[in-house]
């Protein structure tokens, strides 16, 4: 429950700052159709959250529960 309100939350600050909707299949496509370098960075840091989120939470999860 928790989760689903901040990717939410996440959704909406997202569409606040940048404009757009935070749909992954129109991240990785403007990534690959090579635009811009100021849009090619925050596409990079997105898709690297998106992989490295749930690998640290592997490595570092069960230091959380106690």
């Known amino acids: 429950m928790l989760g689903g309100g901040l990717i939410g939350l996440a959704a909406a600050i997202f569409v606040l700052l940048n404009g757009r909707i935070a749909g ?9 159709a090579k635009r811009d370098k100021g849009d090619t960075s925050w596409r990079l840091l997105f898709i690297s959250g998106m992989v ?3 690998l640290s ?3 570092f ?5 106690v």
Do not use: K, N, Y
Request: glycine share 20%; charged share 0%; aromatic share 4%.
């Open 24 to 32: 992954i299949s129109g991240i990785v496509g403007g990534l690959l």
């Open 57 to 59: 939470w592997l490595a």
């Open 61 to 65: 999860g069960q230091m959380l529960t």
């Open 52 to 54: 490295l989120a749930p």
